[in-house]
């Protein structure tokens, strides 16, 4: 939705909203209550997760609705894309979306991840993934080997066909990974899916939806999406020697 609000706003040129504009000589203590009517004057339905004072000078960043922007203090504008520090030569915005990534998976409980992991795990990234997609089942395919290398996968669910169909019913895919949530040997049945085996239809309280919904929050678009210890994105497939080198690298780095 908001992908959709920010295409139209820049291809149009229009400034965020006359309500916000109107209020530009606010003072510095209402700057945050000006950018948060700015956003929500796109639509009502944009639902913001975070407003901080931004390194750029005059301008907050903005999390909502799975993407990252810039607003000046005032409303008036909007940025969309990498800021960049020239100093330092890193990516701001890139660096913010991982603390924001690594925070919100925190709140995730194990419990409800379904989880591949060695014995003394040496590293462990988070995957949002379908039990269908092609490039899903390509990488759980190699689980024995990264448990090997010392990696913990962590699972959380992300039916690429979304919740519901527009007609308001439970999508096929959905359905599966409820099953599969629900199932007496989650690991087993996890991986009987990975291999196209349908699980049984189950239902309990579980969280798919959740998980779904978390996934847009942090901006997930597709599956599989593997995201590092420090919140970082590291890719979709990515096969074993080459996540190995990507976990010790975040590793290093204190990630």
């Known amino acids: 939705m908001l992908k959709k609000l920010l295409l139209a706003v820049v291809a149009s040129g229009f400034a965020l909203g006359a309500c916000a504009a109107d209020e530009g000589g606010a003072a510095n203590a209402n700057a945050e209550q000006l950018v948060r009517k700015a956003v929500k004057?796109?639509?009502a339905q944009v639902e913001i997760d975070s407003v901080t004072p931004a390194r750029l000078p005059g301008f907050y960043q903005v999390i909502a609705s799975g993407h990252l922007v810039y607003v000046s203090a005032d409303g008036k504008y909007m940025l969309n894309g990498d800021l960049i520090d020239l100093g330092s030569k890193s990516?701001?915005?890139?660096?913010?979306?991982?603390?924001?990534?690594?925070?919100e998976l925190?709140?995730?409980?194990?419990?409800?991840?379904?989880?591949?992991?060695?014995?003394?795990?040496?590293?462990?990234?988070?995957v949002f993934t379908d039990v269908n997609c092609g490039y899903c089942r390509a990488l759980h395919e190699h689980i024995a080997e990264f448990n090997k290398e010392g990696i913990a996968v962590e699972y959380l669910a992300w039916p690429r066909e979304g919740v519901?169909?527009?007609?308001?019913?439970?999508?096929?895919?959905?359905?599966e990974m409820v099953s599969v949530w629900c199932a007496a040997d989650r690991k087993?049945?996890?991986?009987?899916?990975?291999?196209?085996?349908a699980p049984k239809p189950a239902s309990c309280?579980?969280?798919?939806?959740?998980?779904?919904?978390?996934?847009?929050?942090?901006?997930?678009?597709?599956?599989?999406?593997?995201?590092?210890?420090?919140?970082?994105?590291?890719?979709?497939?990515?096969?074993?020697d080459k996540l190995l080198k990507m976990v010790q690298k975040t590793a290093a780095s204190g990630g």
């Open 188 to 197: 087993a049945a996890f991986t009987a899916a990975k291999e196209g085996k």
């Open 106 to 126: 925190a709140k995730v409980p194990a419990a409800q991840r379904i989880v591949f992991a060695p014995a003394n795990p040496k590293y462990t990234v988070t």
């Open 164 to 175: 519901t169909t527009t007609a308001g019913n439970e999508t096929p895919t959905y359905k």
């Open 91 to 103: 990516n701001l915005s890139e660096a913010a979306w991982a603390g924001f990534r690594k925070a």
């Open 41 to 43: 004057s796109l639509s």
């Open 205 to 240: 309280a579980n969280p798919v939806k959740d998980q779904f919904d978390l996934g847009l929050k942090l901006g997930v678009n597709g599956t599989p999406t593997i995201i590092g210890s420090d919140g970082m994105v590291l890719g979709g497939y990515v096969p074993p």
